[in-house]
């Protein structure tokens, strides 16, 4: 049975800093990986999507990382800025169905 | 378009009424799904609609009831709820035939509260 952890649950960091979220998972056979943020009491929006076959994604600040033979994501937030300040979830997709299992998330706070 | 959108975002009702979630998208994706989140967890997988049929229930009470009148739209029918079915309700929707390969699209959410 497939889990995902992340690590640390909560994080608060000074703006401006660079920062690491980390995402793992137990079985490697996954299709992709999908990162989202999540804002208070409101719905996910999509960050970064890594197929199987990729090592990275990037967007603007945000650089994903995959190493599936570890079952290992990272994601990297370049400058951050108090709007960054929300959850951030991890979620795989496997090859058997079309379900996704979501991490219990990262809580990021970002201090002015 | 490249929205899920929710209505209504706000929902307050007694545990005697009925109500429905409303999920509607125009992106052409066959498969639409229902979340259901508690706060500070992450989302749980209630139904799956694949080609407007419902391929996966995991073993959500019947007091929750879907519907796909058609590929665009996909509503949760409520009836007869407990106060501990007070959650953030998320629809979401996915391109069938490759579903891993693209991704999932979320939308805002219904908060509902049972009183």
């Known amino acids: 049975k497939q889990e995902v952890t992340q690590i640390p649950a909560a994080l608060s960091v000074p703006e401006g800093e660079n920062l690491v979220l980390n995402c793992s998972f137990t079985?490697?056979?996954?299709?992709?990986l999908q990162w989202f943020r999540q804002d208070p009491g409101k719905g996910l929006t999509s960050l970064l999507l890594?197929?199987?076959?990729?090592r990275e994604q990037t967007s603007g600040r945000l650089n994903a990382s995959l190493d599936k033979s570890s079952g290992r994501s990272t994601l990297y937030i370049a400058a951050s800025q108090p709007g960054d300040s929300a959850t951030y979830l991890c979620a795989v997709s496997m090859n058997r169905d079309d379900k996704i299992i979501f991490g219990k998330g990262t809580r990021l706070h970002i201090l002015p | 378009d490249t929205e899920v959108t929710q209505t209504p975002k706000h929902l307050v009702m007694g545990m005697t009424n009925k109500k429905s979630l409303k999920c509607e998208q125009h992106m052409g994706h066959r498969a639409m799904y229902w979340y259901k989140q508690k706060a500070k967890k992450p989302p749980e997988l209630m139904f799956v609609y694949s080609y407007e049929k419902l391929s996966i229930n995991e073993s959500v009470p019947s007091r929750f009831s879907p519907e796909c009148p058609n590929s665009s739209l996909l509503n949760l029918h409520l009836h007869a709820l407990q106060p501990e079915d007070s959650a953030l309700y998320l629809c979401?929707?996915?391109?069938?035939?490759?579903?891993?390969?693209?991704?999932?699209?979320f939308g805002s959410g219904t908060r509902l509260t049972v009183v």
């Open positions: 979401a929707s996915s391109q069938e035939d490759q579903p891993a390969l693209y991704g999932y699209t």
């Open positions: 890594i197929q199987s076959s990729q």
């Open positions: 079985d490697s056979a996954i299709y992709n």
